[in-house]
């Protein structure tokens, strides 16, 4: 354990003020650098630590908590000693009496349930019988059908199946994903939640989650009684501005089912699983309870999934000492058994307790993988921050970002961190835009799209408005409008004036007493002028009388076709094969608001055009006098670039080297050399046409150095090569040492700026477009030419 | 497949305008039996029996008050029923035409009883 200095345990105060010193251009002083993990300070040696140390220690993965192994206590990601071996026994009748080890009458609840429905019999002495390497190539083998491994994996116990996932790698894990997945198009789930259970803020946060691409939300409660509230303010929200995204509302088990059956909800998922019968009887149920919820709701025409994940277990003191792989392969072998559609797991509540132990990580992308081999819909985790390292919290998502799942989240916190009543998920959402720039970097499809500031408070205020119609119109609240205008704008519920907590209270026991559901939000949406709304509304209602999204892995696409098992079964077989994005949803997911065209990236140059007239002249000759230094400047300088990327205009930058010369004595003289963009060519050109031999070169984006005649010409005296952090002062001091130069001294040469931050990918991509420029202007073979500086 | 609702309403009847006029019922937004039934064809068709199995056991279920699946949805919950109630459920479910979901119930008061969760008595 690293013994961690006061402040940083204070970590989340760091990280936070890091971020500020990075967010500021060019906040870094010359010469020193910004704020940052590492102290240049001297902290290093006190009490005789190691500065290396001291730094490392203040690093935010220093704050996760990282366990020793410990078989007995369940942490263990892939194999505790205490696991079972796999096997199995059929009788003549078919019916599985034996289990992993375990005979019929020592059966507990979980074993007995998937023995009497969770084994494919006709499969299951071919499944067990196979070597674990052999059935984890056929899972990763793009010529292995999908089915041909769906068949196997019908008669493989848990135990099995536990060590065949264990066996693939990383990399063969992600194979596996988007061969194995069910649906082929990936989607994505997000949490919407706030600290005040504020309707209006609900609605408009749905909306804003629709907007950017999510096709389920789940909402949840800090007070368990606002509930049916929140389902109904989320199912409003939910169907502005597009259709069908699906709602549920995790709350206690029998109050979800009453929501739902009432139609509040469109699907549910907090029906949870547990790998050992201690745990499970803990959650207050057995799997015929959970077997019958399943039913219930689907009686009812609603969408449900169960939810499992490793380390829940460990988590409440009672794995039987077995490996978190092999309890979640329980819980999946149940879900199957017990007739659920999917499985959201990859840790949940318990991520951060297999994200402690070692091959953690993959563990929580191998749970992912049983759902999909027990052929379910993955609902696949990335919901609780697994780490304060930012690092690290990424290093769990894009594994399976990159692969592709049924929901890539089982809750990405579209709303911020602080209003998120699940707690942080591991992508929130101050991470949206990270988030749409990786779908941008790779070429990949995690379900989100970039939305326009105008649309999203065009469909922010909607949904705003159309709960604040339906609770006026059911008597449920009366919210003024000004209490709109805050939601709309609002970034969380932290920028809201203070809300009765009894408006909502009172909201959903109107809800609860008067029995509303969904029809009757349909009307009222209907009567206050939200028609759009009340039709998608009432289009969801319908949905459940089709019943076509109770097949596996089912969504809504936003004209309300089903994307499923049966409609859109994943057909990756390999390259060329399987989900592909279409060039319409690679352009929109390419169209991040932070892009911009060579136009765009130029457009502050002409705000600056003609500040400085430089006339050009004769050829230039060599000089005699040896007090003169020659300043050769780019093609483009001062004739169609006139920025430098610091945001120095190009005259002030030149002005101050003049200046710094005059400080010298020396006599200045003005070059354009029109052959070259090369800033070393440019450089020993102004050099070779002096009399004192020294020569600055200076780009129009601002890159500037002194060069001598009988250098290289990639040799220079002295070098300003991270142009955005050159001031104004710094050009002059180049000046200044040129003329030393030219004097025969030997100055103390200036310090090339450096710093921390990514400055290349802050500023290549306009560096690029200024050097298209510069490279237009340019004249091969043209010698260089006197200028004169007008004005 | 024409389907219709618990109601028997056709589901291109069931449009705003109906709503808006008051013509709809909850049962008019509820799923109907065969509708299960078909979809369990297309589960068991699509290889996961024990889905089919789940969405037959809702088909059953449709016949039954909200107010009811939650008390059932009690009563197996581990402690709650001794082993005479969970058969007093299982033949109220069998007289309502859920046989499957009666064998479930019986199932699980099998299993409770071994397992000690039923409530004593």
Redesign the interface.
Known sequence: MPQLDNDVRDGRAILRSDNQNGSVPGSAAPGGPAHHGWSPTGLGGAQGRLGRFVGLDRRPVNLDGLSCEDGDAGLVAFASVHDPEPTVEIDDEGHVVQLDGVQADEF??ID?YIA???IDASVAVEANGLPEVEFARLIVDPATPR?AV??LA?GATPAKLARVVARLRPVELQMAIAKMRVRRTPSIQAHVTNLLDDPLLLAADAATAVAFGFRELETTVPVLADAPSNALAVLVGSQVGVAGALTQCSVE??LE??MG???LTTYAETVSLYGT?QVF?DG???P??K???????????LKMRVTSGGGAEALMGEAEGKSMCHLESRCVALA??????GVQNGGIDGASVVASVPDGMRELLAENLLVMLR?LESCSGNDSLVSESDMRRTAHTVPLFLAGSDFLFSGFGSIVRHDNMFGPSNFNGEDLDDYLVLQRDWGVDGGLRPVAEARLREVRERAARAVQAVYRDLGLADFADARVDEVVLAEGSRDLSPLDPTVVLQAADVIQEREL???DV??AL??TGF?EE??RV?AM??A?????Y???AAIFDEKMNVLS??TDPNDYQGPGTGYEVTPARREEMAEVRQQRSRQDLLERQAAHAGHIHLVERDEAEPGADPREVCVGVSPALATRLWLTTSGLPVGQALRQILAGLEEEGCVARLVRVRSTIDLGMIGLAAARLAGSGIGIGLQAKGTALIHRRDLPPLACLELYSIAPLVTGQMYRALGTNAGRHAKGLRPVPVRNPSTEQAIEARYHAEVVAMVAVERGECLPGAPPVDLELVR | MK????SGRP?PE???DA??R?D???A?????PD??R??AD??EQ???P??????R??????A?G?EE??A???A???GRSTLAELETVACRLQAAGAPS?AE??R??AA??ER?G?HKPG
């Open positions: 507990d609840l007995a009497a429905h969770g089915e769906v068949r019908r088990e029998a089912l009453e059956l009432r139609g019968e009887v207050d149920d057995t015929w309870s077997a019958f919820l399943c039913s219930a709701y689907a009686s009812r025409g199957r058994a017990i007739g659920a559609q052929d559901g969904i029809l349909v009307r209907e009567r028609r009340a039709e009432l209602g319908r459940r009388v089709a019943g076509d109770l097949q596996t098992k049966v | 389907c219709t609702a618990l589901l069931i449009t705003i709503a808006g008051g709809l019922s909850p008019d937004l509820r799923i109907h509708t299960l078909r979809q297309v589960a699509h290889g996961n024990q889905l089919a199995d789940n969405l056991r809702a088909a059953e279920l449709t039954l909200d699946l939650l059932i949805y009690e197996l919950r581990p979901c479930l119930v199932e699980a299993m409770y397992r969760l």
